[in-house]
């Protein structure tokens, strides 16, 4: 009989274990959810009209990016990389219209919420695009993206897909 109880709370235990874990498995990732903010911009330059989505965590960011160029074509892809106080540095993967995909690096500074895009020397290391150091310039002739409303970048970058 004394075996008996001992199986039943053992069997009791390990239910409570493995409903406590599930509990903090989804509260973790939920926790993790919250803490993403979506922003939305659009810059242009000539006939060049560039969108981008991202989204932010607190180190982190990741989204969409496409360049239109006048009536000659497209960029896009995906952009993905770190946050460093007001500057974020990652990389752009993308097919260019009617070629090969392609990746560089992608370099935005922060100011006044707006985000200046970054140009410089491009160098690979082990298939990693980068900036070659010094060479990182924010030039007035490089895209100023703005924020804009999710209804506007919506309903702009899909008429013009």
């Known amino acids: 009989m004394n075996s008996i109880g001992m199986r039943v709370k053992m069997h009791v235990a390990k239910k409570f274990f493995f ?5 903090f498995c989804l509260y973790s990732c939920n926790k993790n959810e919250n803490g993403k903010i979506r922003k939305f911009y659009k810059a242009s330059q000539g ?3 560039a969108y981008l989505s991202l989204v932010f965590t607190k180190n982190t960011f990741y989204g969409e990016y496409e360049i239109r160029y006048g009536q000659l074509g497209k960029d896009s892809g995906a952009v993905r990389g770190n946050r460093y106080k007001d500057t974020l540095k990652g990389d752009f993967c993308y097919r260019s219209y009617g070629g090969d995909i392609k990746r560089t690096p992608f370099v935005l ?15 690979t290391y082990m298939t990693i695009p980068f900036y070659v150091k010094g060479t990182l310039e924010f030039k007035e002739s490089n895209f100023l993206f703005e924020p ?6 919506l309903n702009s ?3 013009k897909k």
């Open 148 to 153: 804009i409303d999710k209804n506007q970048y």
């Open 47 to 49: 006939d060049s009209i």
């Open 19 to 23: 409903i406590i874990t599930v509990l």
């Open 157 to 159: 970058y899909q008429l």
């Open 109 to 123: 500074l922060e100011k006044n919420q707006n985000l200046k895009l970054g140009t410089g020397l491009m160098s």
